[in-house]
């Protein structure tokens, strides 16, 4: 018994050293990687939110001054759709459109967005116990499995807001 024990063991040894290695090229384990978001610097996204036959597009704009990232959405037309500011303690919208300017719409999008800016920050609460999931060129971090987070080797990042059946896609613009 010990000898079957120990060749079955030999065997799978060798099985598992023999076979070949693939490496595929690993992202980042942070969701935000320098050259998808700059702390300094304005940062312009393609923004697109879905909903059933909902959807809203135009560009988003960050930047981070003094703790927090403060924002606007404004869409292919020029119009403003909404402003924010985040931290890791709170997001609030601003200036919103009258399409959306209902409490639990703000409520949503604040959240998400919170949610996307802070991933990475440990003094987040989410951003602890969010999931991060490696899968080829791919960074899938998931939180509750009300949200998912996809950043793909393209550059292109994607929200999903399970719960609520939301769909934010966005695409960094080279300036």
Same mark, same amino acid.
């Given at each position: 018994?010990?000898?079957?024990?120990?060749?079955?063991?030999?065997?799978?040894f060798?099985?598992?050293?023999?076979?070949?290695?693939?490496?595929y090229?690993?992202?980042?384990?942070?969701?935000?990687?320098p050259?998808?978001?700059?702390?300094?610097?304005?940062?312009?996204?393609?923004?697109?939110?879905?909903?059933?036959?909902?959807?809203?597009? *135009?560009?988003?704009?960050? =930047?981070? +001054? %003094?703790?927090?990232? $403060?924002?606007?959405?404004?869409?292919?037309?020029?119009?403003?759709?909404?402003?924010?500011?985040?931290?890791?303690?709170?997001?609030?919208?601003?200036?919103?459109?009258?399409?959306?300017?209902?409490?639990y719409?703000?409520?949503?999008?604040?959240?998400?967005?919170?949610?996307?800016?802070?991933?990475?920050?440990?003094?987040?609460?989410? *951003?602890?116990?969010?999931? =991060?999931? +490696? %899968?080829?060129?791919? $960074?899938?971090?998931?939180?509750?499995?009300?949200?998912?987070?996809?950043?793909?080797?393209?550059?292109?990042?994607?929200?999903?807001?399970k719960?609520?059946?939301?769909?934010?896609?966005?695409?960094?613009?080279?300036?």
């Amino acid at each position: 018994m010990m000898r079957f024990l120990l060749s079955v063991s030999l065997i799978l040894f060798l099985f598992t050293t023999c076979l070949p290695i693939v490496a595929y090229p690993q992202p980042d384990t942070y969701f935000w990687s320098p050259h998808l978001r700059d702390s300094v610097q304005r940062n312009s996204y393609r923004i697109s939110i879905n909903r059933d036959n909902t959807n809203i597009s *135009g560009i988003l704009i960050v =930047k981070y +001054i %003094d703790n927090s990232w $403060l924002g606007t959405v404004v869409n292919e037309f020029g119009l403003k759709v909404f402003d924010f500011s985040c931290t890791a303690r709170k997001c609030e919208l601003k200036n919103v459109v009258s399409m959306i300017d209902k409490w639990y719409i703000k409520q949503t999008i604040s959240n998400d967005i919170k949610f996307l800016l802070e991933v990475d920050n440990p003094a987040y609460k989410t *951003g602890r116990t969010a999931s =991060k999931i +490696i %899968d080829k060129d791919t $960074l899938t971090v998931s939180y509750k499995k009300t949200k998912m987070l996809q950043r793909f080797a393209t550059g292109e990042m994607v929200l999903h807001n399970k719960k609520r059946k939301l769909m934010y896609s966005f695409k960094k613009i080279d300036e």
